[in-house]
């Protein structure tokens, strides 16, 4: 068997097609969607990852607007700023690019930013809300797995979900998401013993762990789903958690690293906004 690609660079594009259309008919009405981006300090990681958002907003004509703060701010002053963007009307959604320099305290940034526009869906009463099944903003990466597997047409209803990582920005809101779509799911993490066998019950096997073709052709259950999460660097080249090549024998449908989950994560956060100014 051969496994069928999930393009996720395709679903992206038709993501992004779709919310350009809104926003043309946001604009008609007056409400342009606006996204603001704090950036602190010079990490070059986050400088690439700003930069790419503000290029897919230009790209949709959704008004956005980049912060860049010097490291040596102070919490005080980056507070500020949040406040001043919480109330800005032209602002439906904000974040905050993470990591932040050493000294500035990430979880109370994270809750100044208003429930409201936390398109990032790290404020902790958006992440109450994913839990208790209340509507709010998801995290973007995660919300991108669920929307790769749902227009891939996987039935996720009753199936077992197994999900590799329990990290708060990514394994913790999957769990979440594919639990409130009736998934039975498993969470394996570092200590868990017998990886291999737990991955191999799973009908959709999501990975994010960050370590290079950690999940191997055994550990998969011919024709089940995979998703790679995971962004590695080796010899100069992007892998995934996956063994790509030998997985893909086993596998139903795979995602592909670079091309698979990358290119949701923006499409997603460009939705979360436009989502906001349309509830505005
Ligand atoms: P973290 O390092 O925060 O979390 C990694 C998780 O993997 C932890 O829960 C850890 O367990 C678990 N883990 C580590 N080693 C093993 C192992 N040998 N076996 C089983 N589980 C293990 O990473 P993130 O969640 O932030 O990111 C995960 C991957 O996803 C990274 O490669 C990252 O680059 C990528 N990523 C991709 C994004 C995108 O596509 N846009 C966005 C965000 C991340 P424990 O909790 O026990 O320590």
Redesign the pocket.
Known sequence: MTARIIDGKAIAGEIRSELALQVKQLVKEGRRPGLAVVLVGDNPASEVYVRMKKRACEEIGVYSVVHSLPAEITQEKLLDLIDELNQDPKIHGMLVQLPLPSGLDESAVISRISPEKDVDGFHPLNVGRLWIGGEGFVPC?PAGVLELVQRAEVPISGKKVVV????N???KPVISLFLRENATVTV?????EN?AEECAQADILIV????PH?VKKDWVKPGAVVID????RVDGKLVG?VDFENVSQVAALITPVPGG??PM?IAMLLKATVDAAARS
């Open positions: 990466t590799v990582g329990r990290s920005i990514v394994g394996c993490h570092s200590r868990t990886l994010a762990v960050g370590r950690l999460v995971g962004i590695n958690d989950v990358g994560t």
